[in-house]
């Protein structure tokens, strides 16, 4: 206690030295957190762009069902599982799929339909909201038709456009149906654009002839549960299926995601360099200028232990308390980002790349690592920063240390 | 592009048929109607030793500037159903043939019309013609083992192929010819081989081997119950399996059959498709 | 004379003038090489791009890039691409015939790019070229010939010299089935390229497609310097009197490689200025610091008699040779680094083991940095700006100098 109050009183016998040295201390160290969760928070937000939008965070599928899209692999009972995730409080939308040519007048082409439960896909995903023109489906089945952007084209169908539809179904016979379009999705990648044919499932059921069971149950969270946390449930939910995360089934953009976590790695540990060396460059020379100091204190018979000890319990004394309005202020800056975000659309605007929407709102996302990394690497800094001219004072003879000026 | 795009084309994904495994694809269809027109006409001289183009010339001889019209009934087993369809069909000359779906009730009045390299399906539900687009050449016809593009290469036999004989003799329990035939260096067609197998008597068609580049065998088309049939013998019952999925198999049995009739070009329009 | 007292006196406290010399001429440093090194990504992709598709810059037919089809076409394309192959900022002018359709092997059929090229300038252009792994690419005598990627060739169980029947709708819409066989496999990484692109002769692909000698679906202009392309442009542009042909920047054939560098220089720039932000702190903190410690020597001066316009400007000199310093420091080092990577190339495959794609597009694993000297221009500039700015505010404290105080 006495050190404490000591330590206190020799910091503020130099008001402004000290004063300059807190903010040096306490802006590199807001700055770290909010930088820190930006990246962070673009880090996610790229993975939720990515995964919110159709893909999800998992998907639970018949084995062996990807390999081939054959449409008899079916998860038997989709009821059952959705039943089960509901009451763990994981949001799901059950699909159901199959190829077949889709024709408008003289234009025809291949696609692979979708049968979905709109009001699961709206409360789950984005596509439903994520329409060039018109609406997504309707509750009830009406034979309405989501169609993706370039098939869409290729077909030169608008809104209000009847579409044929000739699959062969799942008990072989010729299924043939008019649909009519209401809705045009916006891009969304490749695959999608060129081959989505979006109907409702019970219209999906009456055409291919598969009264039961459905292809695909994706799961989306929207980042509150955690990837590894759902690798773990999941496969205990639904034992007789196979449970893949977004990772497996989008590596694509896994692998561009792990490249930028990369590389904001990279930059972050730039960050913190620059802002370690700010402030050991400040610590440096506050400690320099008291040599003098320090050289007094060793002529009147303080062992350099002692020296160094004080020395380096006022350098975190003084960065702790530092650190705690930068906590404060960093912390409250972070969570303003949060909510509002950075808006960078007059740079970049919104762009669609691969699949994944990117939203031109920076929105930075708070964590303890955020927080508490800065604070660490500052307090290491600062007692680093400070031992050293204080050993250095400390060994050598007092009076050239109090000549040192 | 990624899978899933592929996929619609690949053999694996055609018209829900993922039964069929892609090598099976290719279908021999051309003896559909080979058969049909070997009986076009086929008088096989007795005692005259023809080469191998002989046969084949005869065949499309027989083939040119006939036509037919008749009844047949097609069933196909697959893995996970099994189906059979009554069909009516017409052709006339190399390229224009017009199939229609007698039963089951559910489907009745779908039909297909091909001219040259053109096909249309008529959906009678939904009183639509759709044109086939290339994407889907490779999709199985009406379900069965064969597929789109079978019907557009029947004519095409010997425009596409070379053939000798390469066996003469006792086989399968009567005399038999051998032919093996390869494709033209330009000929579209992706198969290594064909080899057909012919009753010396007659000329008439026992089995067609298929095998791909690696001459490994990919499709197998056997006939059976030889019958006589408006004035003609000629096999009866085509049998369509894919070496992969021997469990398989297309069946198609001609009930009726009536040639050199004369028929209308009208009767190959779009608008008779739509009857 | 007061350059070289100014000059003297930050040598006087080494320490500090290098420490702040060092922080100003680190963060330039980093600057650079970051935004060089991205600079030089962007410029690979783009290079790959545009060379292995249309060019900087595209002609094509109006209608082509809302839907396109073979039928939408461009005629005259020789005497187009003489006229434009005199203008000197032109590297190369190449013509492609486009079309969809679907490869048949024996093993299964796959929905393809079908693209015609000419052999002879893609040998020399084109990425797809350059990764070839088997066998050989298309030469100019080729005709049933075709090119085709590693994941198509796996999924069609395809060797060299193997039969592939290509199957589509020419441009009067007629099905049309030709065989060819495959000359060359190649490998760029993507799987989007490696399993849907297919290359053959442009003659063989106008026999394919039905188009006449002198049509072609795309015309691409391949420049020397990308950044020649506005008024290459224009030049094409108002020579051209053809309407029915429009003339693209490769921005809206490959919007999605242009949204991606976009995003990432953006996101590049901000971090570049959130850094700038730190080093701005240390600098000020620096400066703050001096100007504390030397109190005592500017109440001296002052009591001397200095006028303060005199010191100020010689603290103002101060900052500027400091900051000189550390810009020419920072400006010389970051270059050189730069590059280095410029020359050499970096090996990033250890991050990136089975490579990236970017849109589509695999990005090698040795990345080379591209320097530009508008770089060293704005980024010295701003950061010695902000120097003196500092500076000037940091000035201001002198006035409050109470000399009786400071000289007790």
Redesign the interface.
């Known amino acids: 206690m006495g050190l404490l109050r000591v330590s206190w009183r020799n910091l503020w016998r130099n008001r402004r030295r000290t004063a300059i040295t807190m903010a040096a201390v306490a802006l590199n160290a807001i700055i770290l957190i909010t930088t820190y969760s930006l990246m962070d928070g673009m880090l996610r937000q790229t993975v939720l762009n990515a995964t919110e939008l159709v893909t999800g965070e998992a998907q639970i599928h018949s084995p062996g069902y990807l390999a081939d899209r054959s449409i008899y692999k079916t998860l038997e009972n989709p009821q059952a599982i959705l039943q089960t995730l509901r009451e763990q409080s994981l949001p799901a939308a059950p699909r159901a799929y199959g190829y077949g040519l889709l024709s408008r007048g003289t234009k025809s082409a291949g696609a692979l339909f979708w049968g979905v439960d709109p009001e699961s896909e709206k409360a789950t995903f984005n596509l439903p909201a994520h329409l060039a023109e018109g609406s997504f489906l309707s509750p009830n089945p009406q034979k309405g038709i989501v169609l993706g952007k370039k098939l869409a084209r290729s077909l030169n169908a608008r809104l209000g456009a009847e579409i044929v539809l000739l699959v062969q179904a799942a008990d072989g016979s010729l299924g043939n149906e008019l649909f009519t379009v209401t809705g045009i999705l916006k891009s969304v990648g490749e695959g999608i654009d060129r081959n989505a044919a979006i109907i409702h499932l019970d219209d999906y059921r009456h055409l291919f002839v598969l009264p039961a069971g459905v292809h695909e149950i994706a799961v989306n969270t929207g980042g509150r549960v955690s990837l590894d946390k759902l690798s773990a449930i999941l496969p205990r939910l639904v034992p007789d299926a196979e449970v893949k995360t977004w990772r497996q089934l989008l590596p694509a953009l896994s692998d561009m995601l792990q490249l930028s976590g990369a590389s904001m790695s990279l930059f972050g540990a730039i960050f913190f360099a620059a802002a370690g060396l700010g402030v050991m460059n400040t610590m440096l020379m506050t400690t320099y200028e008291r040599s003098h100091e320090f050289g007094l204190l060793k002529a009147l018979g303080t062992s350099p232990w002692r020296i160094v000890r004080d020395v380096a319990f006022e350098a975190w004394l003084m960065a702790a308390v530092s650190t705690v309005f930068a906590v404060i202020l960093g912390v409250a800056a972070t969570l303003a980002l949060q909510e509002y975000g950075l808006d960078t659309s007059a740079l970049a605007g919104e762009t669609t790349i691969a699949g994944v929407v990117f939203d031109p709102v920076w929105r930075a996302a708070l964590s303890i690592e955020a927080v508490v990394a800065p604070v660490v690497i500052m307090w290491i800094v600062c007692v680093l920063a400070a031992l050293y001219p204080a050993a250095m004072s400390a060994r050598l003879d007092p009076v050239k240390s109090m000549h040192r000026v | 592009m990624n899978d899933d795009a592929r996929k619609i084309f690949s053999g694996k994904s055609k018209i829900g048929s993922k039964h069929f495994h892609s090598i099976g694809r290719r279908a021999i269809l051309i003896f559909l109607p080979l058969a049909i027109f070997i009986l076009l006409g086929a008088h096989p001289v007795r005692g005259e030793t023809l080469t191998a183009d002989d046969i084949l010339n005869k065949v499309d001889d027989l083939y040119r500037g006939t036509s037919s019209y008749g009844m047949m009934t097609m069933e196909v087993v697959t893995a996970h159903w099994k189906r059979t369809l009554s069909l009516e069909f017409w052709s006339k000359g190399k390229d224009k043939s017009l199939i229609r779906i007698l039963s089951p009730l559910k489907e009745k009045g779908t039909a297909t019309l091909r001219a040259g390299n053109e096909i249309w399906n008529y959906l009678p539900k939904v009183n639509r013609v759709i044109k086939l687009p290339s994407s889907m050449m490779s999709a199985s016809w009406m379900g069965s083992h064969f597929t789109n593009d079978d019907l557009v290469k029947e004519s095409r036999f010997a425009d596409d192929y070379s053939c000798r004989i390469t066996f003469q003799g006792p086989g399968k329990g009567e005399n038999v010819i051998e032919l093996s035939c390869i494709p033209l260096p330009d000929a579209p067609v992706v198969w290594g081989k064909v080899e057909i197998v012919v009753r010396q008597s007659d000329y008439l068609p026992i089995v067609i081997n298929y095998y791909d580049e690696g001459l490994r065998p990919a499709r197998s088309m056997t006939f059976s119950k030889f019958a006589k049939m408006s004035g003609r013998t000629l096999p009866a019952v085509l049998t369509l399996v894919p070496v992969d999925k021997p469990r398989e198999k297309t069946v198609v049995v001609y009930d009726k059959i009536t040639f050199d009739l004369s028929l209308n070009n009208e009767v190959f329009s779009i608008r008779n498709l739509q009857k | 004379m007061i350059f070289r007292v100014a000059w003297r006196s930050i040598w006087r406290n080494r320490?500090?003038t290098l420490?702040?010399a060092a922080?100003i001429a680190?963060?330039l440093i980093?600057a650079i090489f970051f935004i060089a090194m991205a600079e030089g990504v962007y410029e690979q992709i783009v290079n790959d791009g545009v060379r292995m598709q249309a060019g900087h810059i595209t002609l094509e037919n109006p209608d082509y890039q809302?839907?396109p089809a073979i039928d939408l076409r461009i005629g005259d394309v020789e005497n187009i691409r003489k006229f434009i192959k005199k203008i000197e900022a032109v590297e190369e002018a190449k013509l492609l015939i486009w079309g969809?359709?679907?490869a048949?092997?024996?093993?299964?059929?796959?929905?393809v790019?079908i693209m015609g090229v000419e052999p002879a300038v893609e040998t020399k252009n084109s990425p797809l070229a350059r990764d070839i792994v088997a066998g050989s690419y298309l030469a100019e005598e080729d005709d049933?010939k075709v090119v085709l990627g590693e994941h198509l060739a796996k999924?069609l169980k395809l060797g060299l010299g193997?039969?592939?029947?290509?199957?589509?709708?020419n441009a009067r819409g007629?099905?049309?089935?030709?065989?060819c066989r495959v000359k060359g496999i190649f490998r760029t990484g993507s799987?989007?390229i490696d399993?849907?692109f297919i290359q053959i002769p442009l003659n063989f692909a106008r026999k394919v497609f039905g188009l006449q000698a002198d049509e072609a679906t795309q015309l691409g202009v391949i420049l020397k310097r990308p950044q020649d392309q506005p008024p290459v442009m224009e030049e094409i542009k108002s020579t051209l009197t053809n309407k029915n042909i429009e003339v693209l920047p490769w921005q809206q054939i490959l919007p999605?490689v242009a949204?991606?560098i976009?995003?990432d220089r953006?996101?590049n720039?901000?971090?570049q200025g959130?850094?700038f932000?730190?080093?701005l702190?240390?600098i000020l903190?620096?400066l703050?610091?001096s100007v504390?410690?030397r109190e005592r020597e500017f109440a001296v001066l002052l009591a001397l008699g200095t006028p303060v316009r005199k010191l100020k400007g010689q603290l103002f000199l101060e900052s500027v040779f400091i900051g000189c310093l550390g810009c020419f420091a920072g400006l010389i080092l970051g270059g050189l680094a730069a590059f280095a990577l410029q020359i050499r190339g970096l090996d990033l495959a250890f991050?990136?083991p089975?490579g990236?794609?970017?849109?589509?597009f695999a990005m090698s694993t040795t990345v080379h940095a591209l320097v530009t000297p508008p770089v060293f221009l704005w980024t010295g500039g701003i950061v010695l700006g902000a120097m003196l700015l500092l500076s000037l505010l940091i000035m201001r404290r002198i006035k409050k100098i109470s000399l009786a105080e400071t000289l007790r």
Do not use: P
């Not at chain 3, 990236?356 to 589509?360: A, D, K, N, Q």
């Open positions: 320490r500090r420490i702040t922080s680190l963060g980093i809302m839907a969809q359709g679907v048949n092997s024996g093993a299964g059929a796959v929905g790019s049933r999924e193997n039969k592939i029947v290509i199957t589509t709708n007629e099905l049309v089935e030709e065989l799987d989007e399993g849907y999605e949204s991606y976009r995003i953006v996101s720039w901000v971090f959130l850094l932000v730190i080093i702190f240390t903190n620096t703050l610091m504390m410690e991050l990136m089975e990236v794609t970017i849109s589509g």
